[in-house]
């Protein structure tokens, strides 16, 4: 085997190797959820690798806006924690490729399976910080019925640590009265995307 022909095989499998892994991301340059995540979505270390990489999705709000106050005082009375993690804060809202269309064309979106929605909660409009993240990863079907078999979790600021998961009443509570948009408030849609919702 001579050196040239060594040479272009190589050139060959490095390209070949590209190929695979281009093909293999979505269109947002990000590794889809994995299968387990899918379908079990109770791996902690394969739900925090999905989430640590949430600023690689599709950012739905590009202006951070402040909480909305109804949401916010809705979440204070059942908490159990010291402080409410909406008051007087500003989010960015992150979808992943396989909730995206639903959060961003549906009037009455349906999450698929999968679905991840990452919030960050920022302590100013300025900041590129977060204080903290909440997220949902619709689970499936029969994983939480009265709240639409989404699970909901609470992540430190770096997205290093699942602080608590699961069904969460604190949360389920608030997202009850969003059923018709699949338990998803989307009140932090910009109108442009709103308008074109069908």
Not at 123 to 139: I, N, V, W
Request: hydrophobic fraction near 35%.
């Amino acid at each position: 085997m001579n050196r040239r022909f060594k040479i272009t095989l190589i050139v060959l499998l490095i390209a070949l190797v590209s190929l695979g892994v281009n093909a293999f991301k979505n269109i947002s340059g990000t590794f889809p959820v994995s299968a387990s995540v899918k379908a079990r979505g109770d791996d902690p270390e394969q739900v925090l690798n999905a989430l640590s990489k949430y600023r690689t999705w599709t950012l739905v709000n590009p202006m951070p806006v402040m909480m909305d106050s109804v949401v916010s005082t809705l979440c204070a009375a059942p908490l159990s924690r010291p402080a409410n993690p909406h008051q007087n804060k500003f989010l960015s809202v992150y979808v992943n490729e396989t909730g995206r269309e639903a959060m961003m064309t549906r009037r009455a979106p349906h999450f698929p399976q999968g679905s991840l929605i990452v919030k960050e909660k920022l302590g100013s409009k300025e900041s590129q910080t977060p204080e903290l993240l909440t997220a949902m990863l619709k689970r499936e079907k029969g994983y939480n019925p009265e709240s639409g078999d989404w699970e909901y979790m609470l992540l430190d600021g770096a997205a290093s640590k699942i602080v608590e998961r699961g069904r969460l009443s604190s949360c389920s509570v608030c997202h009850a009265a969003y059923s018709s948009t699949d338990y998803v408030t989307r009140k932090y849609l910009p109108d442009d995307v709103r308008s074109k919702l069908r």
